[in-house]
């Protein structure tokens, strides 16, 4: 079994900055892709950025220039940091990975969200 618990959420003015975190923990034998994704009040889920085990990397048009996804592999960990916030970032974010609890065995867990507002 593999949880992810994330952290950092929480209410920041219109320009500001927040950093989200996501450990994964349980049986685990590698994490290949990491992800973050977002899901905005009546919208549906949409991706945010991933990064693969190699450190590359991919953004959504959305946070392009403004967000930076990255892991530490040594902690199971994958962070976002968000800067120049807008209240149209303003979702619950939510973290996922594909992670190898064996050689054989994988499978995608997602983390429970967090609540990220901006206000303007």
């Known amino acids: 079994q593999v949880q992810l618990v994330e952290s950092g959420g929480g209410l920041v003015q219109d320009g500001g900055s927040l950093r989200l975190a996501c450990a994964a923990s349980g049986t685990i034998f590698m994490i290949n892709a990491m992800g973050w994704y977002r899901q905005g009040p009546g919208k549906p889920r949409d991706l945010v950025a991933t990064?693969?085990?190699?450190?590359?990397?991919f953004y959504a048009d959305s946070a392009k220039g403004r967000f930076t996804i990255s892991r530490d592999n040594a902690k199971n960990t994958v962070y976002l940091q968000m800067n120049s916030l807008k209240p149209e970032d303003t979702a619950v974010y939510i973290c996922?990975?594909?992670?190898?609890?064996?050689?054989?065995?994988?499978?995608?867990?997602w983390g429970q969200g967090n609540q990220v507002t901006i206000s303007s």
């Open positions: 990064i693969d085990s190699d450190g590359s990397t």
């Open positions: 996922n990975a594909d992670v190898q609890t064996s050689l054989l065995r994988s499978a995608v867990y």
